[in-house]
């Protein structure tokens, strides 16, 4: 297991762009899957973006299109672009690997998308 650093979260008006980091402690090059979830209160957390380390994505139509899952193995971090950003993706960002998830969730990166 890895511990895992979200970071990149913020307020933003919809349309608008962010890009979440996921920091981890060790090497990522040897992980298979890396994800982003999103959890709204009240809600079950949800995944956003999955990424398998043979080049296959995933990406729920709500996101699709509009979010990038992407790593830098060299900097053992992924990121998550996001654009076009809808207040329905307001909520708190958490990375993990596996599937299913396999690292304790760490403390996620809140978005705000709000005029």
């Known amino acids: 297991q890895v511990q895992l650093t979200e970071s990149g979260g913020g307020l933003v008006q919809p349309g608008g762009s962010l890009t979440l980091s996921c920091a981890a402690s060790g090497s990522i090059l040897g992980i298979n899957v890396m994800a982003w979830y999103r959890q709204v209160p009240g809600r079950q957390r949800e995944m956003v973006a999955r990424h398998f380390k043979d080049g296959i994505y995933n990406y729920p139509d709500s996101v699709k299109g509009r979010f990038t899952i992407f790593r830098d193995n060299a900097k053992n971090t992924v990121y998550l672009q996001m654009n076009d950003l809808k207040p329905e993706d307001t909520g708190v960002y958490y990375c993990?690997?596996?599937?299913?998830?396999?690292?304790?969730w760490g403390q996620g990166t809140q978005v705000v998308v709000s005029s």
């Open positions: 993990n690997t596996g599937v299913p998830p396999l690292n304790a």
